[in-house]
């Protein structure tokens, strides 16, 4: 590697740049990837063509979303950029994998840009096991003409970071290039790097998380534009073995004794605003709910939706009766008998805590189980 690619190390670890880079592990990548869609390739509706506002991202994209009210791009056979922003070259780079990828805008703020920071996140299908080693890794390449930047980085977060700006995000990150990052003889250029975790982080952000005038620039030959743009691509996290046992809660559901008659809430049950199919995160609630009904092969359920107060009766109903069947469905899907799972929905009218503050409303919207037969 080049030595003027220098590593900086920024909280729980450091990203490295290279061509052709090979982790320095000593363990093997034994896991499974827990970036759901990391190349960009599934679709949650029709692109609507070009994006403006961050909402539009979050819609088309499935699983990302933009955390503030920029707009990252999306790029694919089926997408059409629009004539003055393709002359400037937009869209004509082809994906590092697959059909699609993404484009931020990650500098420009001085010069006064409109969107002059754009980020992605996505919620990882597990949480980050505090002390485990993972290997991450993301690709990039800037769109031809505009300026090279450093400060590519990424946060991991507890909590989903939900900002109203198109300007850069008030978040430290926890790995970034120091350097300026320019495209490698073969255009995609890998950013990894191995860390241990220090929290239990749920989210994942990629971006330049500083001011311009933190961000170092340098120009491309030739550079007409005066903002850097980053295609993204292939993002992917890791764990690296040893894999460590996970503590298991007492009020785990797999710790619950089992009572003809007892309703039992699912933890974690992740839908999209207003939709209801299921998130990748509730699949470990939702495997542990496999391996019981697994073990226990005379139980019988009933899967039971419910929803807050927000909204018409009749429509809180529909969803919640479409969020207790995706759930009844998957579990069929792993090969329970369809025969033993019920469902229902019951809307607003069962809430076990107060509508009229946002904690209430949380916990009002919910997926339990009902034993009808051990």
Same mark, same amino acid.
């Given at each position: ?18 061509? =052709? ?84 805008? =990650?500098?420009? =703020? ?5 969107? =002059? ?23 990039? $390449? ?12 990424? #946060?991991? /977060?507890?909590?989903?970071?939900? $900002? ?7 978040? #430290? ?10 495209? #490698? ?19 994942? /952000? ?66 999209? /605003? ?20 697994? #073990? ?6 009933? $899967? ?27 579990? &069929?899907?792993?090969? &329970? ?38």
């Amino acid at each position: 590697m080049p030595s003027s690619w220098l590593l900086i190390p920024v909280f729980l670890f450091h990203l490295t740049a290279g061509i =052709c880079q090979q982790h320095r592990t000593t363990g093997v990548h034994a896991s499974e990837n827990i970036v759901p869609n990391p190349g960009f390739e599934l679709l949650s509706s029709n692109p609507i063509g070009w994006f403006f506002k961050g909402e539009h991202f979050s819609e088309v994209m499935k699983y990302w979303d933009s955390p503030t009210n920029a707009s990252p791009d999306v790029f694919g056979p089926e997408i059409r950029v629009p004539s003055h922003w393709a002359e400037k070259g937009f869209g004509n780079q082809k994906a590092h994998g697959g059909n699609r990828m993404v484009g931020v805008t =990650c500098y420009g =703020c001085t010069d006064g840009k409109p969107h =002059c920071r754009e980020y992605i996140q996505i919620q990882l299908a597990e949480p980050l096991v505090v002390n485990q080693r993972y290997a991450f890794e993301f690709w990039a $390449v800037p769109l031809a003409n505009a300026l090279l930047i450093s400060n590519l980085g990424a #946060s991991f /977060t507890k909590d989903r970071i939900s $900002v109203q700006t198109d300007k850069v995000l008030d978040q #430290s990150p926890d790995v970034m290039v120091y350097q300026v990052v320019g495209p #490698s003889p073969n255009g995609w250029r890998k950013l990894s790097a191995e860390f241990q975790a220090a929290q239990a982080s749920n989210f994942l /952000t990629i971006g330049n998380f500083f001011p311009d005038s933190l961000t170092l620039t340098e120009k491309q030959n030739p550079t007409l534009l005066n903002f850097g743009y980053y295609y993204i691509d292939d993002v992917s996290l890791r764990k690296i073995e040893p894999i460590l046992e996970v503590p298991v809660p007492e009020d785990d559901l797999t710790k619950i004794p089992l009572e003809e008659g007892l309703v039992i809430r699912l933890k974690e049950i992740f839908f999209e /605003t207003n939709q209801y199919e299921l998130l990748p995160r509730s699949f470990i609630e939702l495997n542990k709910l496999v391996a019981i009904l697994s #073990s226990n092969p005379d139980m019988l359920i009933e $899967v039971r939706g419910h929803t807050d107060n927000r909204g018409d009766n009749d429509y809180n109903l529909y969803l919640s009766r479409k969020r207790a069947g995706a759930v009844a469905e998957y579990l &069929i899907q792993q090969g &329970i008998t369809r025969k033993r799972i019920q469902f229902q929905g019951f809307g607003d009218t069962r809430p076990v805590a107060d509508n009229s503050s946002p904690e209430g409303m949380q916990q009002n919207r919910r997926v339990e189980f009902l034993i009808l037969k051990k």
